[in-house]
């Protein structure tokens, strides 16, 4: 890190030699121009990103603009997530593992796609959004509901889609980053980026370190103490190098290489004294896309290596415990467009998972192969647009459920548009869920079910104006999900198909934006209601029958308040999160709370860079609360972050 800052300094002083000019200009936020959802997009960069933009039809999409990403680049993606989008974030304390919900799905049922690449984990199907740091991602579109039949494996709940973006902009951007916050909390991260007319780069770096000993109401012990959490530091660096080049008009390659290490302590939940527990975790992520854009048509090829190793320690006991996981994945896509009014998508994908661990007894492996095509019409006005997707995949030669899509688009006014999207969906079984020793299981089925939304979307300007209104209404029912139970043959638990999930509800959310001589303000409201409820068990518990599924969490609601004026913005958001129950039988729960942070930021221009401060105080109101039953979680604290961007036109 000390020849890190050493070539930072380095690079600030050039940079400053173009921005001796001061000014400072009004910070005045603007919409982004999204690429409507009829539009035939194939002069992307990355071609990952086509089939969310082109076949997502029907679906409700919901985009993190780039100014929210800036104010969180010193976070993890389960902070941002959290806090702004309608995502359920299952976190085991401040420097826990952090796993993913949406619509009343577990983390499993919900793909996190890096670049069109999954990156559920091949052991137990998980995603930790805390290991993913906001500084390594440029774009963040949250699809909800499924979309198997387009995305494979996992898409149920919904699908976080990060992408990386590189342009050939003749633009030279360089950005160094650091914040300090309580509990002994630091963030350091250099960005190099550099668009020429042939040749794109970005350099990312980052090292993030936290004690996290913060203090807090500890409810299990008696008289409430209020004590230091213990064994709770973590530590991650890492770097993200993504390259493209222009061979031609009409071809591109661009590559990307991800390296990670990070480190967590396990802390003690509050009814035990003490832990030595910990973790960590290496992660080496490759990956190429070959781009070959024509008038009419788009092929590519992609490949994608992902490494990761996993050691977990507990002293206390004796034990270490050591997963390596590897997995290789090739995929070619065409799309070609077909007269004016239909697109034509399809490709053939393979994913080759290796994981050695002496908890499965010997090595394991799974390749598979999948099929996809999808059928795009929209009329000459442009306000109808229907999607037809299909999907077959086999596994070691044997053939999952055949996934396939319906959705469409109607304009039924300037501002009011209605969406569908019915959906067959499947999950294939997990690692652990196969092999583990004892009690895993090689036959089970893979899960299916199907997902179904209608939505309403309204969207109108008036001058300084602006209001976005959208209403939708969804249903997942979900069959063979797998499932840890005592086994009928055996003296330990077993991984077996015995439940139907039924998952239904209503998501709505309202936003008014004002914006007029250098004054604007923002309003957020987001609720969901969701029902989700154990149908039918096989097994001898049947006690949980229409009962709601653990830590799912009825109610969800959130507000969001965003004032500025010329370079000054204050932030406040709001969060409401209903009661959770810990067991099947909902005879114990984890009462609601309320979470609220507020901050102040400013960025001042130069003639050639700007700096952005941001102050942030979390749980500002100093509640105490617990997001999983047990695990502690910090009253009132801070951070400030300091941002410095340098950006020069190249000639």
């Known amino acids: 890190m000390i020849f890190l800052k050493r070539t930072v300094f380095i690079l600030l002083l050039l940079a400053f030699k173009y921005s001796y000019s001061y000014d400072i200009t009004t910070d005045v936020p603007t919409d982004p121009t999204d690429i409507p959802s009829d539009t035939i997009a194939l002069e992307e960069i990355e071609i990952s990103a086509n089939r969310l933009i ?23 993606l389960s902070i941002l997530l959290s806090e702004i989008s309608g995502v359920s974030i299952k976190s085991y304390g401040l420097s826990g593992l952090s796993n993913v919900s949406l619509r009343g799905m577990s983390s499993k049922h919900v793909a996190v796609l890096w670049n069109g690449f999954n990156l559920q984990n091949t052991l137990n199907g998980g995603t930790d959004m805390s290991s993913l740091p906001s500084f390594l991602i440029d774009e963040i579109n949250i699809q909800y509901g499924g979309s198997s039949a387009l995305f494979g494996s996992g898409a149920i709940g919904g699908i976080i889609h990060l992408n990386n973006n590189l342009n050939f902009d003749n633009k030279l951007n360089i950005q160094y980053n650091q914040s300090i916050g309580s509990f002994d909390n630091y963030f350091e991260g250099f960005k190099f980026k550099i668009g020429k007319e042939k040749f794109a780069s970005n350099t990312r770096i980052y090292h993030k370190y936290g004690e996290n000993d913060f203090k807090f109401v500890n409810n299990q012990q008696f008289g409430r103490p209020t004590v230091n959490q213990e064994n709770a530091t973590s530590r991650q660096y890492g770097i993200l190098q993504s390259n493209a080049i222009k061979i031609n008009n009409n071809n591109r390659i661009s590559t990307n290489v991800w390296a990670q290490y990070h480190y967590l302590e396990i802390p003690p939940i509050m009814t035990n004294l003490t832990s030595e527990q910990n973790q960590n975790s290496d992660i080496i992520r490759v990956s190429s896309i070959w781009n070959m854009n024509r008038e009419k048509s788009s092929l590519s090829a992609r490949f994608y290596y992902n490494y990761e190793a996993l050691v977990y320690r507990n002293p206390l006991i004796d034990l270490v415990s050591e997963m390596d996981n590897y997995s290789l994945v090739g995929e070619i896509e065409n799309k070609i467009s077909l007269g004016n009014q239909f697109l034509l998508n399809s490709g053939i994908n393979n994913t080759y998972d290796v994981v050695k661990t002496i908890n499965y007894g010997t090595n394991k492996y799974r390749n598979s192969t999948a099929l996809f095509a999808s059928l795009k019409y929209f009329n000459k006005a442009n306000s109808l647009s229907a999607i037809v997707s299909a999907r077959e995949e086999f596994i070691d030669s044997i053939f999952t459920p055949s996934t396939f899509s319906l959705s469409s688009r109607y304009l039924i006014t300037k501002f009011l548009s209605i969406s569908t999207n019915i959906s067959k969906n499947y999950n294939i079984p997990t690692f652990n869920d196969l092999y583990w020793v004892p009690g895993g299981n090689p036959d089970l089925k893979p899960e299916d079910g199907w997902s179904e939304d209608l939505g309403l979307l309204f969207n109108h300007s008036v001058k300084s104006h602006k209001i976005e209104s959208e209403l939708t209404i969804f249903n997942i029912n979900l069959n063979n999900h797998v499932i840890w139970a005592p086994s009928d043959v055996a003296a330990y638990w077993m991984a077996e198909n015995v439940e139907k999930l039924w998952s239904r509800g209503w998501e709505t959310n309202l936003s008014y934006s004002y914006i007029s001589s250098g004054i604007w303000a923002n309003i957020k409201l987001m609720y969901s209601y969701t029902k989700s409820t154990y149908e039918e068990s096989k097994n001898s518990d049947e006690s949980s029958i229409g009962n709601q599924l653990m830590y799912i969490p009825i109610n969800k609601a959130g507000g969001e308040l965003k004032l500025g004026y010329k370079w000054i913005n204050i932030r406040y958001t709001h969060n409401f999160v209903d009661k959770r129950y810990i067991n099947k039988d909902n005879s114990d729960d984890i009462r609601n709370y309320h979470l ?33 039953a047990n695990y502690a979680m910090p009253l009132r604290y801070y951070s400030l972050s300091i941002t410095y961007n340098f950006n020069k036109h190249l000639n």
């Open 54 to 76: 082109n076949f997502t039809t029907g679906a409700k999409v919901q985009k993190i603009k780039s100014v929210e990403l800036e104010l969180y680049s010193n976070e993890n």
């Open 596 to 628: 609220a942070n507020a901050s102040v930021s400013g960025k001042i221009r130069f003639n050639a860079s700007d700096i952005l401060i941001n102050f942030k105080v979390n749980n500002i109101w100093d509640k105490t609360y617990e997001v999983m």
